[in-house]
């Protein structure tokens, strides 16, 4: 029973994809409507339709704008307005190795 439960929590952190301070950093980079990619054969719909903020790739820009409405797309999206990702300063001043950085 325990080996089973540790391979489902092993296969639920590889599926959980990029941390939230990953995916700010990417829509500061390149926005929210990342510019079309060269067709990668590996990846849905060739790489074309891809949502930033899920970092999914979908196949075809219908099953796109139908995600984009959805509830786990829209909770994903308060979640990064909400949580802005912490700075080196919040970081060594939560560590008490640092002054305030506020």
């Given at each position: 029973?325990?080996?089973?439960?540790?391979?489902?929590?092993?296969?639920?952190?590889?599926?959980?994809?990029?941390?939230?301070?990953?995916?700010?950093?990417?829509?500061?980079?390149?926005?929210?409507f990342?510019?079309?990619?060269?067709?990668?054969?590996d990846?849905?719909?060739?790489g074309?339709?891809?949502?930033?903020?899920?970092?999914?790739?979908?196949?075809?820009?219908?099953a796109?704008?139908?995600?984009?409405?959805?509830?786990?797309?829209?909770r994903?999206?308060?979640l990064?307005?909400?949580?802005?990702?912490?700075?080196?300063?919040e970081?060594?001043?939560?560590?008490?190795?640092?002054?305030?950085?506020?």
């Open positions: 029973m325990s080996r089973q439960r540790s391979n489902k929590r092993a296969r639920k952190r590889r599926e959980r994809g990029p941390e939230l301070d990953v995916i700010h950093k990417e829509l500061r980079e390149r926005g929210p990342a510019a079309e990619t060269e067709a990668d054969w990846l849905p719909g060739l074309q339709f891809r949502c930033v903020v899920c970092s999914r790739y979908f196949i075809s820009r219908n796109l704008d139908e995600h984009s409405v959805s509830k786990p797309h829209k994903r999206e308060k990064l307005e909400l949580e802005a990702p912490y700075t080196v300063g970081a060594r001043w939560a560590a008490g190795l640092g002054p305030a950085p506020f």
